[in-house]
């Protein structure tokens, strides 16, 4: 299941959209997602089950359970590591991460971090 919803008139001018996800894994299949290039930053809940990709160095690396993920010019495949998974993610308007929360977009691009090392306490 895949849903969008709009935010309200006064979130517009820094969200694109709300999204969310479920998944689940019929008889143990492994589940792939393919995270295209994009020029909007989202932050991302796992609210069930996780995500796995493939590092730099080739190591299985799992995916953090809230955190940002910044604008991109290549893309990621992502594995389901669960048999159930769930994802509900804002997806912002490019100018939003520096506007909310004081980081140039730059800092993220073709990165993700999670919500602490990305916003502090």
Not at 10 to 23: A, H, R, S, T, V
Not at 60 to 77: I, S
């Amino acid at each position: 299941m895949y849903q969008i919803a709009q935010p309200a008139e006064e979130l517009k001018k820094y969200i694109d959209y709300f999204w969310m996800g479920e998944q689940e894994r019929p008889d143990h299949q492994v589940l792939s997602h393919h995270a295209v290039a994009s020029s909007k930053l989202e932050c991302q809940f796992h609210y069930r089950g996780e995500y796995a990709t493939t590092g730099l160095s080739g190591q299985r690396e799992v995916t953090f359970q809230a955190g940002l993920y910044g604008q991109g010019n290549t893309y990621k495949q992502y594995f389901s590591t669960r048999e159930k998974t769930s994802i509900f993610s804002v997806r912002f308007h490019p100018l939003a991460a520096i506007t909310l929360f004081d980081l140039p977009a730059s800092e993220l691009t073709n990165q993700n971090a999670d919500i602490l090392t990305a916003l502090g306490q």
